[in-house]
């Protein structure tokens, strides 16, 4: 199974699985301690994540 990189649900998918990633690390790495300086970026990274999805959303054609 090949990914088409084209569509819009790839990217939907992918920023998913990103965000999922990124807050069982945090949670791993810090134990949930929001005092822990990751905890800075525990939105602001997902966030970033997809802005990033959004931009490259609109340079897509379905």
């Given at each position: 199974m090949?990914?088409d990189w084209?569509?819009?649900?790839?990217?939907?998918?992918?920023g998913?699985?990103?965000?999922?990633?990124?807050?069982?690390?945090?949670?791993?790495?810090t134990?949930?301690?929001?005092?822990?300086?990751?905890?800075?970026?525990?939105?602001?990274?997902?966030?970033?994540?997809?802005?990033?999805?959004?931009?490259?959303?609109?340079?897509?054609r379905d």
């Open positions: 090949r990914t084209r569509r819009k649900k790839t990217w939907d998918a992918l998913l699985v990103l965000t999922i990633a990124w807050f069982v690390y945090f949670t791993i790495r134990g949930g301690d929001m005092t822990h300086p990751l905890g800075q970026y525990v939105f602001l990274a997902p966030i970033g994540i997809w802005v990033a999805v959004i931009l490259i959303k609109t340079r897509l």
